[in-house]
């Protein structure tokens, strides 16, 4: 089952519910990166208690390592890693095209060479639906090329003929639509005409969301912001648009007002544990010396098991010493961040105003504190 249900709009940022077999997701939601079966450092209980409602398997990386018909014997994803709650799976098709000289990409597919091993393979649209069907995930992604930046427009304009045409395929393939989502991914660098022109063919083939890839590989972020809001005026506004990879907490509520759904990001969890920590006042480096002797929460407002029980002392401590507990107490404050991040948006929205709410926000979250 996929439902998704458009509750209000406040200008064009928007507050949806999407409904799945595993449960209901209220949008703007955004996605813990689980990329290899596991948040790292995070269990589904933490993650349950950051309010984590939905959080992201990768495709490549799970059929390398277990492998997906290991996963399948398992009974899928969510029994194999103990999820309960919504999931949703990546094609591959980024890590796959970050492999650089190690792949090949034809009009059938791409070979590529593990990064673990060096062994061959071949993805192609059909198998990758394949592989993201035993997987189990209630949202799945069709195989896409993603161009890098900078890239030129004659490359952008193949590689996006090419996604195209593998959507299709993709989509012919796929056989659980009574259980699964397969979204189409709107490729076309930051040319608005090419966006268009890929939006509107994967809208032709009906697909029940739409993701938006090839943003936050390099590109300034102006165009960025300025491809999400051209798109906002294309794609349909009775299924939810995803932004693939993107971002910091301005990212977020950034493109949230140019009409975008979902996100998912490594960011908070790989900066939490390297030290660099998010929260409503700005970004907090907690190696840095001033935070020697603070014996404050990380943020007195945050309700985290990290800022109720432990001080900035104590984490820069561990932090310091590399100690797996600081960064799990970083990682656990970031995510539950990130979620409240979200609450607050879809409050705003809800209560008509969300304008109000991104200027009173964006100028203190990207400062260093």
Known sequence: MFRFTLEKTSSRARAGIIETDHGQILTPVFMPVGTLGTVKAMSPHELKESHAQIILGNTYHLYLRPGHELIRSAGGLHKFISWDRPMLTDSGGFQVMSLSDLRKITREGVQFQSHIDGSRHFFTPESVIAIQEALGADIIMSFDECPPFPATREYVEKSLKTTLKWAERGKLAFTNSARQALFGIVQGGVYEDLRERSALELMQMDFPGYSIGGLAVGEPKEDMFRITAFLNDILPKDKPRYLMGVGTPSDLLNNIANGVDMFD????????????????????????????????????????????????????????????????????????????????ARDAILDGRY??????????????I
């Open 265 to 344: 990001c490594v960011m908070p969890t790989r900066n939490a544990r390297k030290g660099s920590i998010f929260t409503r006042n700005g970004k907090m480096i907690i190696k840095a010396a001033r935070y020697k002797d603070d014996f404050s929460p990380i943020d007195p407002l945050c309700g985290c098991y990290t800022c109720r029980h432990f001080s900035r002392a104590y984490i820069r401590h561990l932090i310091s010493m590399n100690e797996i507990l600081g960064m799990r107490l970083a990682t656990i404050h970031s995510l539950y961040f990130y979620q409240e991040l979200m609450q607050m």
């Open 355 to 368: 304008d109000d709410f991104l200027a009173e926000m964006l100028p203190v979250l990207d400062r260093l």
